[in-house]
T-cell receptor, first 114, second 113 residues
Framework: TAGITQAPTSQILAAGRSMTLRCTQDMRHNAMYWYRQDLGLGLRLIHYSNTAGTTGKGEVPDGYSVSRANTDDFPLTLASAVPSQTSVYFC?????????????FGSGTRLTVV | QKEVEQDPGPLSVPEGAIVSLNCTYSNSAFQYFMWYRQYSRKGPELLMYTYSSGNKEDGRFTAQVDKSSKYISLFIRDSQPSDSATYLCAMSGSTSGTYKYIFGTGTRLKVLA
C-alpha cells in the first residue's frame, strides 16, 4: 500500500539522549512535514521540506533538526531529549507546497521522554 | 485569537443522524480547505478538499465553504458508529509569497448505535 512509513511506532527515551525518528514515503511527493500532536494544542509544525535538499523551520523547531537528502526520506532528530518533547509525532507529505490537495500522514511515533 | 477555531466536542449523535462539523477562521488569504478524520491512535486521513467557496459532495460527506463569513462545514449524512473519530479542519493560503497551512484542534464525534 502506497503511503508513509514511520518508525519506531513508540519509544521511551531517557532525557538527554538523542534519537532519530524515521519517515519514508513512496509517492514521490516533493513536500514533506513533521508535526507533533499534543492534547488541546492540535497539530503543530516542527520542520518542513518543499523539495529534496531544502528544509525550513515550522512553528516549534527548537530542539529538533531534519535533513532531506532524497525525495523519499525525511528523518527527524532530537539531539538531547527533554520531557516537554513527549508527544505523538506525525510525518506527512503532499504533492505541492500549497498542500491544496491535502496531506498524507503516517501512523505516528509515540515518544515518551523520562 | 487563534487563526482557526474548532469546537472540541465531544459531539454525540444517534446512528443515522445528520452531523454538522464547523470551523471558523480569521485569515482571508486562505483558499484551500480540507477535512481530515483521525481515529484513536492513528494518523489523520484526508476526507475532502475544496478550493475557494462552494460545496463539494463525496458519498455521505459534504464540504461547504463560505469565504464571506470565513466559515467552513462538513456534513455527514446517515452517520454510522464507524464515523466515530476526531475530525480536523485545515486550510492553506499564501501570505507574502509563503504558503501557510493551519489545522484546527479537532472535534471529537461519537455516533451511538
Amino acid at each position: 500500500t502506497a503511503g508513509i512509513t514511520q518508525a519506531p511506532t513508540s519509544q521511551i527515551l531517557a532525557a538527554g539522549r538523542s534519537m532519530t525518528l524515521r519517515c519514508t514515503q513512496d509517492m514521490r511527493h516533493n513536500a514533506m512535514y513533521w508535526y507533533r500532536q499534543d492534547l488541546g494544542l492540535g497539530l503543530r509544525l516542527i520542520h518542513y521540506s518543499n523539495t529534496a535538499g531544502t528544509t525550513g523551520k515550522g512553528e516549534v523547531p527548537d530542539g529538533y533538526s531534519v535533513s532531506r537528502a532524497n525525495t523519499d526520506d525525511f528523518p527527524l532528530t532530537l539531539a538531547s531529549a527533554v520531557p516537554s518533547q513527549t508527544s505523538v509525532y506525525f510525518c506527512a507529505s503532499s504533492d505541492s507546497a500549497t498542500g491544496g490537495r491535502g496531506y498524507t500522514f503516517g501512523s505516528g511515533t509515540r515518544l515518551t521522554v523520562v | 485569537q487563534k487563526e482557526v477555531e474548532q469546537d472540541p466536542g465531544p459531539l454525540s449523535v444517534p446512528e443515522g443522524a445528520i452531523v454538522s462539523l464547523n470551523c471558523t477562521y480569521s485569515n482571508s488569504a486562505f483558499q484551500y480547505f480540507m477535512w481530515y478524520r483521525q481515529y484513536s491512535r492513528k494518523g489523520p486521513e484526508l476526507l475532502m478538499y475544496t478550493y475557494s467557496s462552494g460545496n463539494k459532495e463525496d458519498g455521505r460527506f459534504t464540504a461547504q465553504v463560505d469565504k464571506s463569513s470565513k466559515y467552513i462545514s462538513l456534513f455527514i449524512r446517515d452517520s454510522q458508529p464507524s464515523d466515530s473519530a476526531t475530525y480536523l479542519c485545515a486550510m492553506s493560503g499564501s501570505t507574502s509569497g509563503t504558503y501557510k497551512y493551519i489545522f484546527g484542534t479537532g472535534t471529537r464525534l461519537k455516533v451511538l448505535a
